[in-house]
């Protein structure tokens, strides 16, 4: 069944299409019975036609689906519909952090805002024995009233179980932020894992641009594994001495040298980004956010 606009997919009727990306395809969609809006997002043909990745994946998400944190998008239902896969989740008005980072660079509340929400459904999400394996920014949605969401838990690590019947590249994600133990295959992945690439989007909202960024995919993750990254100080001058080295150790190649944990992550990160008096990229001072988040407490 090809989808288009308009069309239903049980209760739901297709309204626009608001992305894509290598599992599938997502859309805006309206349950009348409810009079809500949702956001389903309907899986590719590719991995359809695999039962032990629809059975996986329908595994998958129940365990998402139980997860109730307040940065964490709501997955609402699984369902199959005359062969079409799809999960229905809370439909967020607004843009993704990629879209915000293409139009300016965030100033310091936002970028302790985007560290906060990240970093707290991480640390939730790694308590409840799940691993998110796919952080980047389009994947940190920013609704219209200014709260930040993560989206997508658990897909990378069902096509990375399934990576027999795809080819290498596609069982990773993007692979400007992909961890160098998941770059490798490995299946021992922790949640270490995704404090690299939680690492790895930090440094893009501080430096202004990734670690690597290669001509190929594989280029790329062929730095993840074997290159140092570059001294964020080198890129940009103003980022301080301090939080250089949180970003390093969030990097290290080795899962052993990184923070043994989110929260661990986030208190070295907001310790040296609210004690330095330099500021990033042209964000606010860390005395202006004090003072914003002070008097809006």
């Known amino acids: 069944?090809?989808?288009?606009?308009?069309?239903?997919?049980?209760?739901?009727?297709?309204?626009?299409?608001?992305?894509?990306?290598?599992?599938?395809?997502?859309?805006?969609?309206?349950?009348?019975?409810?009079?809500?809006?949702?956001?389903?997002?309907?899986?590719?043909?590719?991995?359809?036609?695999?039962?032990?990745?629809?059975?996986?994946f329908q595994r998958e998400a129940r365990v998402v689906a139980r997860l109730e944190h307040p940065n964490i998008v709501p997955i609402y239902d699984y369902a199959e519909y005359e062969g079409l896969v799809y999960l229905v989740m809370?439909?967020?008005?607004?843009?993704?952090?990629?879209?915000?980072?293409?139009?300016?660079?965030?100033?310091?509340?936002?970028?302790?805002?985007?560290?906060?929400?990240?970093?707290?459904?991480?640390?939730?999400?790694?308590?409840?024995?799940?691993?998110?394996?796919?952080?980047?920014?389009?994947?940190?949605?920013?609704?219209?009233?200014?709260?930040?969401?993560?989206?997508?838990?658990?897909?990378?690590?069902?096509?990375?179980?399934?990576?027999?019947?795809?080819?290498?590249?596609s069982t990773l994600g993007t692979p400007h932020y992909v961890s160098p133990e998941q770059a490798m295959g490995r299946n021992d992945l922790d949640q270490r894992t995704d404090i690299y690439s939680f690492g790895v989007m930090l440094y893009e909202l501080i430096v202004g641009q990734v670690p690597f960024n290669a001509k190929t995919g594989f280029a790329i993750i062929h730095d993840h594994i074997y290159t140092p990254p570059t001294l964020p100080r080198t890129l940009n001058p103003d980022v301080s001495e301090s939080v250089e080295q949180v970003l390093l150790k969030a990097l290290a190649k080795n899962p052993n040298d990184r923070f043994e944990n989110v929260d661990q992550m986030i208190l070295a990160f907001k310790n040296a980004w609210l004690n330095t008096d330099k500021t990033t990229q042209g964000i606010a001072s860390p005395l202006a956010f004090m003072t914003y988040h002070d008097a809006g407490s």
């Not at 069309?7 to 599992?23: C, F, K, R, T």
């Not at 809370?90 to 100033?107: H, M, S, V, Y």
């Not at 920014?137 to 930040?148: A, E, F, K, Q, R």
């Not at 969401?149 to 179980?161: E, K, M, Q, S, T």
Request: hydrophobic residues 40%; aromatic residues 8%; neutral net charge.
């Open 90 to 169: 809370k439909f967020i008005e607004g843009n993704t952090l990629k879209d915000r980072l293409a139009q300016r660079p965030l100033n310091v509340y936002e970028t302790l805002q985007a560290v906060d929400s990240v970093g707290s459904a991480l640390a939730y999400a790694h308590s409840q024995g799940v691993l998110h394996r796919d952080i980047k920014p389009s994947n940190v949605l920013i609704g219209t009233n200014g709260m930040m969401y993560l989206a997508d838990f658990g897909l990378a690590r069902i096509v990375h179980a399934e990576a027999s019947t795809l080819s290498s590249e």
């Open 1 to 56: 069944m090809s989808l288009r606009v308009g069309m239903n997919i049980g209760p739901y009727q297709l309204l626009e299409q608001i992305g894509e990306g290598g599992m599938g395809t997502v859309f805006k969609a309206y349950h009348p019975s409810l009079d809500r809006y949702v956001a389903i997002k309907v899986i590719h043909p590719a991995y359809r036609e695999d039962q032990t990745f629809v059975a996986r």
